[in-house]
C-alpha cells in the first residue's frame, strides 16, 4: 500500500529519519501516547515531550510506503499497531535523501551538524520568526565558548520567511555561526513545544538552547485577504444562480480579483471522468478546494458553488483555506426540496424519482444541511439580486468589499 501522509506527519516523519527524534525509530501507538499525555515519557518510561503519530486509512497493515505531495517515496513504514481511529504505530526506513524544496543546500541532519562541530559545544537557536536581541545570543555564545547554530523551525507557509530571517541574524553574529532549518512542526501547548524544541536542539549538540520569540502576527484588512465565498444547496437551488450574480457584481465593481468555480464547469473540465459515486463527489469537492485555496492563498476571491452535501468534507474545505491564512464563508442557499423540485429546469429530479439517476442528493442520497453557515438564503420568495445582495451585504459587513 501507498500513503500520503498530512503536512505535519510529513515534517515528523523527516525528523525521525534523520536523528532528531531520537530514541524515537518511528511513530507512536495508542500506549504511548497515553504515556505522553499523563507522564511525559513513552510507556517504557523513556522521557518523551510530546505525541508523534501518523494515522492511515482502514485495512492498511503490513507495510506501508509513505509518499511525499508529488507521489515520490520517501520511506516504507512497518505497521505494528492500526486502531479503530486510524492511529498506526511502527518503525520508519528511510528510502532516500528527502527533497527539501527551498534552502535545501542549507538542510544536514544532526550527525553531519556535530560532525562539523567537531567537539566544539553549541549554543543552538530554535525560531519561528526574527530574533528580537542578537547581542544576547552572541553574549551568551561568548560565555560558552560556543558555535551558534540557528535552527529556523521551517514548518508550513512561514518556513522560508524564519530561515530568510536566520540568514540576515547570521550576517550580524560571530562568524562562523550555522544555520541549519528544520521542519518542526509546532505543538499546541507552548510547554510542550518548548521541550519539543530543547529536545531537538540536544540533538544537533546544543550545550545550550535559546528559544527565539513566536512572532506577532498582525492579519492584514480583511479586503487584502484571501476569501473564499462557498455556496452550498440542492440542485435547483439557485446557488449557482447567485453566485453568478456575486461574480458579475464583483467584477463591477473590480476592487477584487475573482476566480469562479461553478460545480457544472467544474465537471466537465477539473473533474472530467468522475462518476457521482460518494468517494467521487467527495473528490470534486476536494479538487474544488484546493484550487480555491490556492487562489485565496495569493489574495483572491474565489467562489464556488457545488452541491456539496456531505458535512465533513465541507469542513476539509475550509481547512484546507483557513491554513493558507485565507477567509472561508459558506453559504447555504437552503430552498427546500419541494421548491428545487418544483422548478426542475434540468429534469434530473424526476429522472430520479423514475430511478434513472442513482444516488441523487435529496432523493436517493442524503443532503446534510451545515449547522456552520455563515449566511443562510432561501430563494423560494427572494429575487436573484435581492439574494445576491444579501450575499454582497455579507461581504461589505466583513471588510472583504469596499
Known sequence: MEWTPEPRELADLELLLSGAFQPLTGFLGHDDVHAVHERGTLA???????????????????????LDPEGVPLATLTVTEHGPDGLAAGPVKGLGAPEHGPFARLHRTPAQVRDELGGRPALA?????????????????????????????????????????????RDRLP????????????????????????????????????????????????????????????????????????????????????????????RRLLSKGLSF?????????????????????????????????????RAEVREMVESVGADFLLVHVATPLEECERRDRKGLYAKARAGLIPEFTGISDPYEEPDDAELVVDTTHVSVEAAVERVLGTLRAGGWVR
Open 125 to 169: 537557536v530554535t525560531m519561528r520568526g526574527p530574533l528580537d536581541d542578537l547581542d544576547e545570543v552572541a553574549a551568551t555564545a561568548k560565555e560558552l565558548d560556543a558555535v551558534i547554530v540557528l535552527l529556523p523551525l521551517s514548518y508550513g507557509e512561514d518556513g522560508p520567511g524564519v530561515v530568510r530571517a536566520a540568514l540576515r541574524a
Open 277 to 313: 459515486s460518494k468517494e467521487d463527489r467527495d473528490l470534486n469537492i476536494r479538487r474544488i478546494g484546493f484550487v480555491a485555496a490556492e487562489a485565496a492563498r495569493h489574495g483572491g476571491l474565489a467562489i464556488c458553488a457545488p452541491i456539496a452535501p456531505y458535512a465533513a468534507t
Open 44 to 66: 517504557d518510561g523513556t522521557p518523551w515531550p510530546a505525541p508523534v503519530t501518523l494515522h492511515l486509512p482502514e485495512g492498511a497493515g503490513g507495510e506501508v510506503t509513505l
Open 175 to 266: 562568524a562562523g555561526t550555522l544555520v541549519v532549518p528544520v521542519p518542526l512542526a509546532p505543538r499546541e501547548e507552548p510547554e510542550i513545544d518548548l521541550e519539543l524544541r530543547e529536545h531537538v536542539a540536544s540533538a544537533y549538540g546544543a550545550a545550550e538552547h535559546l528559544a527565539g520569540p513566536e512572532p506577532v502576527r498582525i492579519p492584514g484588512p480583511p479586503h487584502r485577504r484571501g476569501l473564499v465565498v462557498f455556496f452550498t444547496g440542492l440542485s435547483g437551488s439557485g446557488k449557482s444562480t447567485i453566485a453568478r450574480g456575486l461574480r458579475d457584481a464583483l467584477l463591477e465593481l473590480g476592487t477584487r480579483t475573482v476566480t469562479y468555480l461553478d460545480g457544472d464547469v467544474v
